[in-house]
């Protein structure tokens, strides 16, 4: 059986980076994930990021969280829940401006540390953006240019816990999605699973390892690449013992940034007809934020409608 594909990054700078670029090249093809070792983010700010992120959800949210549960009575749930997800979150922005000095409830060592790990988290996005842009024959810097916009990437980072759970199979921690965005890069727990991805018509574990961080590819460079690469379908299962620390990074467009297939990759593939649309990446989150849990090909198709219509000028009214 096939392997959940692991990234050596020490190996890009010797005699197996042909190897090494070969595994992400297939990850990225077939998998639409993979799991980095080795990437140059210190165990230690790793550890650091964990210890904070779970005291802080003890201190701080595991009440506030029960309460949710008693309040909506999901305990007492008797048939599967399709409108919520057994998870705790909140969010932080990184780029295009920080807003980690005014979320509440952060003390200070917290904001520092997660501020440091968002400067190397993005980093290592931008390094990967390059790393992709070789292996599909881009110039390198293309995807970083495509993200940019007027202000730069979006890049936030979402803190989930997903506490335990007493009825798992009425649950999931996170239903079934593809990411909207460019790049994730998740930093989960190395004890507590859930995460899988869906593969070849089956749901495959993306395993916790000590100190890795997992990639995944979101929306954009689905279509940035015309679908050489996938966004793949992923979901977190509920567990009725241990709570799962994950901390997402999403390395994205920014708002006005405008997304279409790289011309390049159109003619190295000799394809006449587009196939992804054409649209300012802000329009698509718009869409995505209420579709977020249903297919992504009807919210292609509805950039494409957009598209045309912009393309043919403005409709009559009257
Ligand atoms: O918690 C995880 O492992 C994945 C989270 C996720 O897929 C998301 O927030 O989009
Ligand atoms: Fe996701």
Known sequence: METFPVVNMEKLNGEERGATMEIIKDACENWGFFELVNHGISHELLDTVERLTKEHYRKCLEQKFKEMVASKGLEEAQSEINDAD????????????????????????????????????????????????ENLGLEKGYLKKAFCGSKGPNFGTKVANYPPCPKPELFKGLRAHTDAGGLILLFQDDKVGGLQLYKDDKWVDVPPMNHSIVINLGDQLEVITNGKYKSVLHRVIAQTDGN???????????????????????????????????????????????????????????????????????????
């Open 86 to 133: 057994w998870e705790s979150t909140f969010f932080l922005r990184h780029l295009p401006t920080s807003n980690v000095s005014e979320v509440p409830d952060l003390d200070d060592e917290y904001r520092k540390i997660m501020k440091e790990f968002a400067a190397q988290l993005e980093k290592l996005a931008e390094y990967l953006l390059d790393l992709l842009c």
């Open 244 to 318: 799962r620390m994950s901390i997402a990074s999403f390395y994205n467009p920014g708002d006005d940034a405008v997304i279409y297939p790289a011309p390049e990759l159109l003619e190295k593939e000799k394809e006449t007809n587009q196939v992804y649309p054409k649209f300012v990446f802000n329009d698509y989150m718009k869409l995505y934020a209420g579709l977020k849990f249903q297919a992504k090909e009807p919210r292609f198709e509805a950039m494409k409608a957009v598209e045309t219509t912009a393309n043919f000028g403005p409709i009559a009214t009257a």
